[in-house]
């Protein structure tokens, strides 16, 4: 009997449920259909989404060189001896089963005993590799379960750390002693090393750890992703040029069981390191620097007063960055914090400059008219205003004096008596001409933006007090509310040193780099502006400053010293700036060092013997052909 008329003789609801049963039989071939042809690849591709996983290798950092070629920062290998827990499964679970046993001999092992079991399993039996190495170089690796359940969860397909950053003969050690077919490995990564190890410190930088990595056009996005620690710049030169620095991250991509394991690599690409960066810094030069300093605390900056190179900036005290590779432990960071060494002072500080701002009052008044070659005036020790004396340096005075003396031997009295003339507005504006209300701009991160040159807008602002007279004396001679930073002071040496009223440093070595043009900006007039230059150079001959002497070399030079109030007493600070050869200018320097013993700290003995050898080896490696006396 055929289908049809069998169907006919079916009861009619019969008939209905069949056709009903032979419609959705359709619907599912065809849904079948769809899904095993049509959309084949999607699901193909939602497979090896859980069957693969990616992890990306961080390259190691450039190399940072200084201007001569001489290696600051490089890389140095990092031995770490690690177990793969892949290839601990067997042990894993060898380990459980004992565990459970043990366990049922007393109660049942219910679901969440397995758990807990399977924690203690894999704690067991990778403290045995622990223990390996222990007796192997001597030294116990402190781990615990958390650390091993935490790399369990969440790197499971990076090697797991029994010892980190071991030496070159515990690696030896280790080496000779770990069977061939051993789980444990030695797995090799790189740390920053800085061969000179504290010197230019606060201008290098130092790095720490991210998980932030270059994935830029490596395949896979979007698949379960493992990550290597890689490193960033935190600060200094490593921050500025972080991008530059870094390496091109590798890849290994790998099919995976279904409890995740590493089963077979599919992809690898390696790393690629970052690209080196070459500064400015003449490392010989930072080196006379923070060796001319010593123990004491302040900062030194020295430019290259034709291209705008930083030479050297030292701040101290100092710390090793060498400490602080491949990790900062508390233990340091809490010494350095201590020891105030965190701050750039270079960059950072801030401090009343002294007598040698006393260039800006003389410009002031040369600009305005109230001063000139011969103006004079009688240094008794002491200039009364008002209720109140205002003392010289030198308590016997220096007599009558010149604009010539006056600048020459730094005294008071001259610049307290002509301030008044001068006015604190003009005196504040000719600082702002030269940008010293404002960061040099210089391509370094966390440069200060906190200096004050102070007027009478700002001190009512900021006081709620009137200008007094007794401000505008104390302005003239770099005291009172002003502060200004050590790179401030560089950069207005060599603006002066060019006739100019802004200078803006660089820390990128350019070989190829020309001399800047020079604008002649400051507009101050040659015979004014010969008149600051003569009085500076007759300070570096037989002046405050006479300690700088650099034979065969014109210097121009002025001297400081300064007081100011903390909340842990008074600081006082000895200066110096100048620049040589004073008819050719080709280097700038600034030197500050703070002291708390009254009466120690003066520019002229204490900043000056800092300066000098910096002169004297520049001009020796410069060569005399290019100096012009």
């Known amino acids: 009997m055929r289908v049809a008329e069998i169907i006919r003789t079916y009861h009619p609801r019969l008939r209905v449920i069949t056709y009903i049963l032979l419609i959705n039989l359709a619907v599912l071939s065809l849904g079948l259909a769809y899904r095993q042809l049509y959309l084949y690849s999607e699901y193909a591709e939602r497979e090896e989404r859980q069957n693969l996983r990616r992890i990306i290798v961080p390259g190691p950092r450039g190399n940072i060189y200084d201007r001569d070629g001489r290696l600051l920062v490089g890389n140095r290998a990092r031995y770490s001896a690690v177990v793969v827990l892949n290839e601990l499964r067997p042990e894993f679970r060898e380990e ?24 203690e399993a894999r704690s067991n039996v990778v403290q045995r590799y622990i223990d390996l190495v222990e007796t192997a170089i001597g030294r116990r690796p402190e781990v615990d379960s958390r650390a091993i359940e935490k790399h369990f969860g969440q790197q499971l397909l990076l090697p797991f750390p029994l010892i980190q950053d071991m030496h070159p003969h515990e690696y030896a050690l280790l080496l000779e002693q770990i069977p061939v077919h051993s789980p444990i490995q030695i797995y090799t990564s790189n740390a920053r090393y800085y061969p000179y190890g504290s010197l230019a410190n606060h201008l290098i930088g130092y790095v720490g750890t991210t998980e932030e990595l270059q994935e830029k056009d490596l395949p896979g996005s979007d698949l379960v992703t493992f990550k290597a620690r890689n490193y960033e710049g935190r600060t200094g030169i490593e921050k500025a040029f972080d991008r530059h620095l870094s390496g091109e991250s590798g890849l290994q991509i790998w099919v995976v069981d279904p409890s995740g394991f590493q089963y077979e690599p599919k992809t690898l690409t390696n790393p690629v390191q970052g690209k080196d960066v070459r500064i400015t810094i003449d490392a010989e030069l930072q080196d006379i620097a923070e060796m001319g300093m010593g123990n004491q605390v302040g900062a030194i900056v020295a430019l290259d007063v034709k291209r705008g190179d930083l030479l050297v900036m030292a701040s101290k005290p100092s710390y090793d960055l060498n400490d602080l590779s491949p990790f900062m432990p508390v233990s340091v960071a809490q010494d350095i914090f201590d020891r105030g060494a965190w701050s750039n002072r270079a960059l950072q500080g801030l401090y009343a400059p002294g007598s040698t701002f006393k260039l800006i009052t003389a410009m002031a008044g040369l600009r305005k008219g109230v001063l000139d070659r011969n103006s004079r005036t009688y240094c008794g020790g002491g200039y009364s205003l008002g209720s109140h004396l205002f003392q010289c340096w030198k308590k016997t005075g220096h007599g009558t004096v010149d604009f010539h003396e006056a600048v020459r031997m730094s005294c008071n009295v001259y610049f307290f008596h002509f301030s008044q003339k001068i006015g604190g507005d003009q005196i504040s504006a000719e600082a702002r001409l030269f940008s010293l209300h404002e960061p040099t701009g210089i391509d370094l991160p966390y440069e200060t933006d906190k200096m004050i040159i102070p007027t009478r807008e700002w001190k009512t602002k900021n006081r709620n007090e009137r200008w007094y007279p007794g401000n505008t004396a104390n302005l003239a001679i770099g005291q009172g509310f002003i502060r200004i930073t050590p790179l401030q002071m560089a950069c207005f040496a060599a603006a002066l040193a060019r006739g100019e009223t802004k200078f803006v440093p660089t820390v990128l070595y350019d070989p190829f780099r020309q001399a800047k043009p020079s604008r002649n900006d400051l507009n101050l007039g040659a015979a004014n502006y010969q008149l600051i230059l003569d009085a500076m150079e007759a300070t570096a001959k037989n002046g405050t400053a006479s300690l700088i002497k650099v034979p065969g070399v014109r210097i121009a030079a002025k001297t400081g010293t300064s007081e100011v109030q903390t909340p842990e007493g008074a600081i006082h600070l000895a200066w110096t700036i100048c620049f040589a050869p004073i008819n ?9 060092v703070e002291g708390q013993v009254p009466g120690m700290f003066h520019g002229g003995d204490t900043a000056v013997p800092i300066a000098q050898p910096i002169l004297k080896r520049f001009f020796e490696k410069v060569g005399h052909g290019r100096i012009r006396l």
């Open 96 to 119: 459980f089963r004992r565990l459970r046993w043990a366990y049922e001999e007393d109660e049942v092992c219910v679901p969440a005993c397995s758990y807990y079991l399977q924690i």
């Open 584 to 592: 050719d200018p080709e280097i700038a320097v600034a030197v500050v």
